[in-house]
DNA sequence: TCCCATCGTAGGTGGATTGC
DNA sequence: GCAATCCACCTACGATGGGA
């Protein structure tokens, strides 16, 4: 039975990382963010981490009080994981790592999921650039369906449908990533066919003005600078 | 579907030893 | 006293098969 590592460290970044500082622990608390999943659900947010780890992760964080394992309402009868009110503390946590992550170079070929784009807008969202915005996004990203609410400020996310939303955005991750980070019209990708917007055309072509566009670190862009011909 | 058990492997850790 | 090296042990992890 492996004994449970820890830093004997009282100092509070040293105890956190005590409870989710484990390979992939972080990652499956950003998997949980935007609403509940199943354990199969995890699996497909997180294809590289084997079951038993996905597992042990989950008994670990359950018992850490940071994660609680609830039964789904008859018919379906699963069970799903989802963070306590604790746990959902960590969020700002998260979108500040993303925000710091963000600056290191790209992992070539590592797909992006639903969940950690959404999040990523979250961490990127500029409150002040949103000043006097509101509006309410449905986002369907291949079978994934988030809703998104931009008001005072605030950008809110969760996974579902939007009710009666401005505009409902359908497209995949890397499209999004395009208009939002890279600043590719909307008009080119609703041209190629990569994304449709049924409603409010213009309050889609206003989103990425609310949102920081990651820049490198600057030992990156010396190494861009070095590599570059 | 959701784990659990077992086994093999790679990599990390810590102690002992050696050389400067 | 300190750094470098070696080596045994430990741990996390993946693969696989099986159970409830």
């Not at 964080?61 to 009110?85: C, D, I, Q, S």
């Not at 963000?102 to 807008?121: F, H, K, T, W, Y």
């Not at 969760?158 to 999004?176: I, M, N, Q």
Request: with cysteine.
């Amino acid at each position: 039975m492996p004994v449970k590592r820890t830093y004997d460290d009282s100092c509070g970044i040293a105890r956190a990382l005590d409870l989710v500082g484990e390979r992939w622990a972080l990652l499956v608390m950003r998997e949980l963010m935007l609403g509940p999943k199943r354990f199969s659900d995890l699996q497909r947010g997180l294809p590289t981490a084997s079951q038993n780890v996905l597992s042990h992760r989950l008994r670990e964080l359950t018992a850490a009080g940071v994660v609680r394992r609830r039964k789904l309402g008859a018919p379906v009868g699963a069970w799903v994981y989802e963070p306590t009110p604790w746990g959902r503390e960590l969020e700002p946590v998260l979108l500040a790592l993303g925000r710091w992550g963000s600056r290191a170079p790209m992992v070539a070929d590592a797909e992006l999921n639903a969940d950690a784009m959404v999040l990523g807008l979250k961490s990127m969202f500029l409150p002040e650039a949103a000043a006097g915005v509101r509006v309410s996004l449905g986002l369907r990203l291949g079978d994934e369906v988030f809703r998104l609410t931009i008001a005072d400020g605030r950008l809110e996310a969760a996974r579902g449908d939007a009710e009666r939303p401005d505009a409902v955005v359908a497209t995949d991750v890397a499209t999004l990533r395009e208009l939002i980070f890279r600043g590719r019209p909307t008009a080119t990708l609703r041209a190629s066919g990569r994304l449709t917007v049924e409603g409010d055309v213009e309050a889609v072509e206003r989103l990425p003005a609310l949102f920081a566009r990651p820049r490198p670190a600057p030992e990156a862009e010396a190494d861009e600078a070095r590599l570059s011909p």
